[in-house]
């Protein structure tokens, strides 16, 4: 059974720019969430998806954002990005229920110039 | 609103000897409890669950038992190897908020 795919693993992007990553998540599992993690801040969460519709917010400003496809996968959308948005971005699958496990992803490693 | 606590690091220790790492939480109801393991340069793996009172969590020599009473989910095994070396989150997830709250993780460096 795939595992959580995320793509790419690496970006590298200028200060200003937006980026977009996405998440393929374990076949059968509906949520999908997105963590940031810095040296600084640890593990914070951004959003839940299941079944297309956000159900979680963390508190991250407007310019992240998130989608979640029909078949599950999942984006993230980071627009005019700072340089303080360099952080390993975390993909978690689950089948959706509170106690669930979560599946993560390798991750995306986004570095901002 | 849900928290987790977990023993500063870095914690360091000769293969073969017994690990703890102490995690205690806060939250409302009754909360899943998790612990993951990062190894250098990829996401997280889970390591083992608990999802009630009681209930122990175990997967590959690791150890950790939920205890509501103390609100606590101490992770242990009894004769860590240089592979362990990682760092470790212990995490929860409960009451109507489906996000996973982590501690801030622990590294734990074994040496031979």
């Known amino acids: 059974k795939a595992g959580v795919t995320q793509t790419p693993r690496y970006l590298i992007k200028t200060r200003g720019q937006q980026v977009t990553l996405s998440c393929s998540p374990i076949?059968?599992?509906?949520?999908v969430s997105w963590y940031q993690q810095t040296p600084g801040q640890g593990l914070q969460f951004l959003f839940e998806?299941?079944?297309?519709?956000?159900?979680n917010k963390g508190n991250f400003p407007g310019r992240f954002s998130g989608r979640q496809f029909s078949n599950s996968r999942s984006e993230m959308n980071v627009s005019t990005l700072e340089l303080g948005d360099s952080a390993l971005y975390l993909c978690?699958?689950?089948?959706?229920?509170?106690?669930?496990?979560?599946?993560f992803g390798q991750g995306t490693r986004l570095t901002v110039v | 609103g849900n928290s987790v606590t977990q023993m500063e690091g870095p914690v360091t220790l000769s293969e073969e000897a017994f690990l703890t790492i102490n995690c205690t939480y806060t939250?409302?109801?009754?909360?899943?409890l998790f612990w993951y393991v990062q190894y250098p340069g990829e996401g997280l793996q889970l390591l083992l669950k608990?999802?009630?009172?009681?209930d122990k969590g175990s997967n590959k020599g690791f150890e950790a038992t939920y205890r509501k009473e103390t609100t606590s989910f101490h992770l242990e095994k009894g004769s860590v190897q240089v592979s362990d070396s990682a760092v470790y989150f212990c995490?929860?997830?409960?009451?109507?908020?489906?996000?996973?709250?982590f501690g801030k993780g622990t590294l734990l460096t074994v040496n031979p």
């Open positions: 978690a699958s689950s089948l959706g229920g509170v106690n669930t496990e979560a599946f």
């Open positions: 076949s059968g599992h509906r949520s």
């Open positions: 998806y299941f079944s297309e519709t956000q159900r």
């Open positions: 939250a409302t109801g009754y909360p899943s």
């Open positions: 608990a999802t009630k009172a009681d």
């Open positions: 995490a929860l997830r409960g009451g109507s908020n489906y996000k996973l709250t």
